[in-house]
Structure formats: C-alpha cells, structure tokens
C-alpha cells in the first residue's frame, strides 16, 4: 500500500521581487505539510527576499500564493500570523527593555480589568520556555540580560504558537550552542508530527542533511534546483549554490609565525576574564574555542578596549621593540585602533556597521586621514579606494553608494573586512567572522585571512565551528571559566580534544564531554556570551 500523498499547505507561481534590478525571478514551489524544505544558497541569492514576502514582509513585485487553496497577499507580517505563518528572523526582533515573559507573549498578555497578571505571565512564558529546553531561564529576567543565543532561543520560543501552520526558520542555529541546536531540532520533529510546514534557511550543510526532506537551491535569484535531500552530498549542493568549486583548508600546513606583535599578561576583567597570558604573531592565525559564558567574546573586548580591564597589561611589538604598552588595558576602542589594532565584531549591524551609510562611508570609515587633505575629505581618492575594495572582495552591490542595510549579510560582512583592509591594521582581532555567510562568501573570507597573513598580520579568530577552526588555524586556544585552560598546535589537536579542555573546570581539569554536551552532529563547541555594545569612537 502506498503512502498517502503529501498534502500542500503553501504553493508559490512565478514569484518575483523588483527593487532598482530584479533580486527574484520565476520561483516556484510546493510545501507539504508535515515537510521540511530546506531553502539554500548563497547571500544576495534571495533567500530572505522570498521567506519576507512568504511572511508579509516584503511584498512581491509579482506572482501568486496560494494558503490551503486559497489566495494569500499579506500586507504585513501581523496579517501572516493570524492565518498561521511565522517567521524567525535571522537578525531578532525582541524588546531587549522588557523580560522574556512580556517578549514571549507581547501580542496576548493575561489581564484583568487591565491589570497584567503577572503570575499567570510567568506561568504561561515558562510553558513556553519549556517547550524549547529553557526551562533554567527565569521568565522575569530582562533580555537585554541574557546572551545573542539565548536570545535567538526565545524568539524561536515566541514563534512556537499551536495555530501555526508554515514556519520559516532564518539561520535560527547561527548563534546556538548544540545544546540548543538539540532542542530546536525536537521542536522541528514535533512540529513535523502536527503537520506544520517548515522552511528551513541555513549554510550549514551539515545540519540540511540532518532535518530535510527536500533542498532548494537559489542562486542569483532564481529556482536552480529542487530534489529530496537523501542522498545528496555536500559537495553537489556547494556545486550548486556557487557555481564554481570551492576548497577548504583542512590539510593545510602550519603557517611559519613570525615575531610576537601583540602579549597580554594576566589580563582579565572581574569573574569574566580571569588572568590571561596570550600572543599573538606575526603571519599566523590563532584560534578561540569555549563554551556559553567562557569568556571568549569577553578576552577579545578586552584586547580592543571595547571593555576596560581591571588587571594586567597589554604590549605590541614591531621589529622587537615596544611601540605601545597599557597598563590595565586600552581607556577606549579608539586607544587600540591608533596601536594598530582593528576588530570584526560577532554583531556586524548593531555593533559593526553604519547601516543607513553607503559602502563607500563604511569601508574608509577606519582611517579617514587616508582619504582626506587638511582636513577636508577628498572624494574621488575615497571613491576610488572603496570601488577597489569592493573588487577585491567580490561585494555584491549595485554600487559603491548603495546603502549597507540593503546588502545581503554575507555581503555586509565583507564590507566589515574592507573596512579593516582599509585602516591596514596590524592585529586584527575576529569574532565569529563568517556567522550566517555562505559556502561562497565564507570562502572569499578566508582568503583574505590568508593574503593578511602573508602581509604580516597577527590574527586572532573566535569561532563557535570547531572544524572552521581547524582548517584556518595554526594554533588553537580553549577557554573555561574565564581562563586559557590549553593551547594546541596544528597537528597536535583533535574535536576531543578541543571538547575535553573546553569542559574543563577553570584549573584545567578535563572532564567528559559527552556526558556534558547532548548529542548533535554539529562540530561545534559555542560561545555566545552577554555582551553590552561596542561604544568605539570613529579614529
């Protein structure tokens, strides 16, 4: 006996989005209920244009939807979610001042002649909280308290209504632990059980395999491909996103290090960051794995004067003598900066990027004495500058004064980097460097990383995907508890490894890692701490 056929929920005809050029065209699709469909391809490819106009974000240029049947033309996002489609953004979209009960049910809080009832609040956010594995989470807590991924796992909670018919899900594991990821993946299958519809946007391949029943890839912002996702090798889907073939690093050799341009001894800041000595060399890339609260994110704050340290000093070098020492750290962003160094922040839009500003003020925003005479800017030497920055890093833009808010993350990611290829920057400091940027981007990305070593540059790379750090490091440091617990050569590491240090106690004691990690296919070991916003001022 055969299978009953998949039943549609959401089909889309010709679906299309013009804004100067065309950035959709002719796309077309069925989502079965109780499926997941992976939807994939390269930033700038169209992906969030589609899931936006599939949500009433955006709405289309041209083309047809249809929900069980019937026409669907949401005005706006509230007119999606009363016929049952939710979105989860990649970029959130809580109320950091109010708590996590007030954000979870915002749209239905419990009252009484007009009094919120505050017990039954909290009762009802902790259902929910439970539903996703949170349940260590005090409903009352403000979010702005809480960290980037705990912060993503309560927007996942507040789309996780019983009326929800199609879910789309935008990167929703880009700032999770394989904890969490654990959890939302329970989530999707009970999900799947009800019938919900599942969009599942994502560039870890890795995890496409894991949950969808079928792939569709975009590029340039067409449909180039649909196919059930068995059997399908990573290697295909790269293929086919891109277009062309894209290598990764993993058997590379250890890069020759130079001299040390950067040491830190016993820097550290309250319980955060507790006693640190680090360096950093010349030609080489240096790695940061840990876990939730290891103090990764806090160090590297700390180097750039994001954060001002309570103890210890910092010192950079150049041909073997002192240029710049701080005791206690740098006093501000600005300090660091003028010393040479420069930082990609884990946040590019709320902490990295003027986004209302073109990619022309953005990229020569790090040294404007670079693009200006006496005091006055110069604007062909700045537009000249930042024409080749966009050359050499492949941005995908209609111009140098498009708006930075309108590229696609990956892109926006890129003009971060220009910025600091700008500013040639000694040491420069990468945090989450390729979060939610594709095979293709993440790839010109790391090129760049290797043309900066080749040049003499000192990096320091944090990353929440272990076999990223892997393949571009030379050497690896884990953080626990706020400390340096080991470093690693390339060659002397492995995932264990590098798990066993960061589940080690603050004295480097190794305890086990499967005992201490829930089960997930991820090769990741992530740090997503609290964090207050980068105040830097502009050098």
């Known amino acids: 006996m055969n299978p009953p056929a998949a039943q549609p929920v959401l089909s889309l005809s010709a679906m299309g989005k013009d804004y100067a050029a065309p950035v959709l065209d002719d796309v077309s699709l ?13 930033n700038g490819a169209g992906k969030s244009t589609l899931s936006k106009m599939v949500c009433g974000l955006v709405q289309p240029t041209r083309g047809q939807m249809l929900l069980d049947g019937q026409p669907f033309a949401p005005g706006s996002r509230r007119d999606a979610e009363r016929l049952g489609v939710r979105m989860v953004m990649q970029e959130l979209g809580l109320v950091t001042t109010l708590s996590v009960a007030e954000n979870l049910l915002l749209d239905r809080l419990p009252h009484k002649t007009g009094w919120i009832r505050r017990a039954r609040l909290h009762e009802l956010a902790a259902l929910q909280l439970a539903k996703i594995g949170m349940q260590n989470i005090d409903p009352a807590t403000p979010v702005a308290r809480l960290g980037i991924g705990q912060q993503q796992m309560v927007e996942i909670a507040r789309n996780l209504q019983d009326d929800t018919r199609v879910l789309v899900l935008d990167e929703p594991t880009a700032m999770l ?27 870890r391949l890795e995890e496409l395999q894991r949950i969808a ?46 001299p040390v341009l950067l040491s830190a001894r016993g820097i550290g800041r309250a319980q955060a960051v507790r006693g640190v000595d680090i360096d950093l060399r010349a030609g080489e890339v240096m790695g940061l794995a840990g876990l939730v609260g290891s103090g990764r994110t806090e160090l590297v704050r700390l180097l750039f004067g994001a954060d001002r340290a309570d103890r210890g000093e910092i010192t950079l070098h150049e041909n073997g003598k002192v240029t710049h020492h701080a005791r206690k750290g ?24 003027l986004l209302p500003q073109s990619i022309r003020v953005n990229a020569t925003l790090s040294d404007l004495g670079a693009v200006s005479r006496a005091g006055w800017l110069q604007p062909a030497k700045e537009r000249g500058i930042a024409q080749k920055l966009v050359e050499l890093l492949r ?8 708006p930075v808010a309108t590229l696609s993350g990956g892109n926006q990611q890129k003009v971060v980097f220009a910025r600091w290829l700008h500013r040639e920057c000694k040491v420069l400091l990468l945090d989450e460097p390729t979060r939610g940027v594709d ?49 690693f050569e390339r060659g002397e590491w492995s995932e264990q490894s590098l798990l066993a240090a960061a589940f080690s106690d603050a004295t480097g004691r190794a305890a086990n890692p499967q005992a201490s990690a829930a089960p997930s296919t991820e090769s990741t070991a992530s740090a997503v701490p609290d964090q207050t916003a980068v105040t830097a001022d502009t050098p």
Not at 179 to 185: A, C, K, N, Q, V
Not at 457 to 485: F, K, N, P, Q, T
């Open 177 to 203: 632990t394989p904890r969490e990821t654990s959890h939302l993946f329970e989530q999707i299958d009970l999900l799947k059980a009800r019938g919900v519809a599942i969009v599942y946007v994502s560039h």
């Open 395 to 402: 941005i995908r833009s209609r111009n140098i004064e498009q």
């Open 330 to 353: 740098w006093r501000s962003p600005m300090q660091a900066i003028r010393a040479g160094i420069g930082l990609v922040t884990e946040d590019r839009k709320s902490q990295g990027l």
């Open 30 to 42: 069925v989502l079965n209920a109780g499926e997941v469909l992976a939807l994939t391809g390269e």
């Open 439 to 487: 095979v293709g981007a993440r790839a010109d990305l790391y090129a760049q990383l290797d043309r900066m070593t080749d040049d003499g540059r000192a990096l320091l790379m944090v990353s929440s995907d272990l076999r990223e750090l892997m393949a571009m490091c030379d050497r690896i440091g884990v953080m626990s508890a706020g400390r340096l617990v080991a470093v």
């Open 213 to 258: 029943d079928r792939v569709a890839v975009l590029r340039d912002g067409r449909l180039v491909d649909v196919r059930a996702m068995a059997g399908v090798r990573e290697s295909e889907l790269v293929q086919r996103m891109v277009g062309r073939e894209v290598h990764e690093h993993e058997g590379r050799e250890r890069r020759v290090a130079g």
